[in-house]
């Protein structure tokens, strides 16, 4: 009923910044909390960044500082600006959404996550 599709992933540089996005769509009420996590080849999906909808923003102590979340409620979209690239930011990344949806005359709760943005950080 929610999707979520990433977008913005790719190969960049040590040092260098990627931003990413993800749109989520469907019959959705109201978006509480969306995030990103990532996920590095042969390792477990970690936290990156979360963000309520009010703005309220937790990060990966491994990213603070270098990375920045943020969130359009009027698209539901959340962002993540990453700067100061280095190789262990390598993995897939993915976008995560909590909220309420319609389903005709009632509402529901949604945990749902996108497909997933290759981020590679290569010399």
């Known amino acids: 009923q929610v999707q979520l599709v990433e977008s913005g992933g790719g190969l960049v540089q040590p040092g260098g910044s990627l931003r990413l996005s993800c749109a989520a769509s469907g019959s959705i009420a109201s978006i509480n909390v969306m995030g990103w996590y990532r996920q590095a080849p042969g390792k477990q999906r970690d936290l990156v960044a979360t963000i309520t909808r009010g703005g309220d923003t937790n990060y990966a102590h491994s990213v603070q500082g270098r990375f920045t979340i943020s969130r359009d409620n009027a698209k539901n979209t959340v962002y993540l600006q990453m700067n100061s690239l280095k190789p262990e930011d390598t993995a897939v990344y993915y976008c995560?959404?909590?909220?309420?949806?319609?389903?005709?005359?009632?509402?529901?709760?949604?945990?749902?996550w996108g497909q997933g943005t290759q981020v590679t950080v290569s010399s």
């Open positions: 995560n959404g909590e909220g309420i949806y319609r389903s005709g005359s009632y509402y529901s709760s949604f945990n749902s």
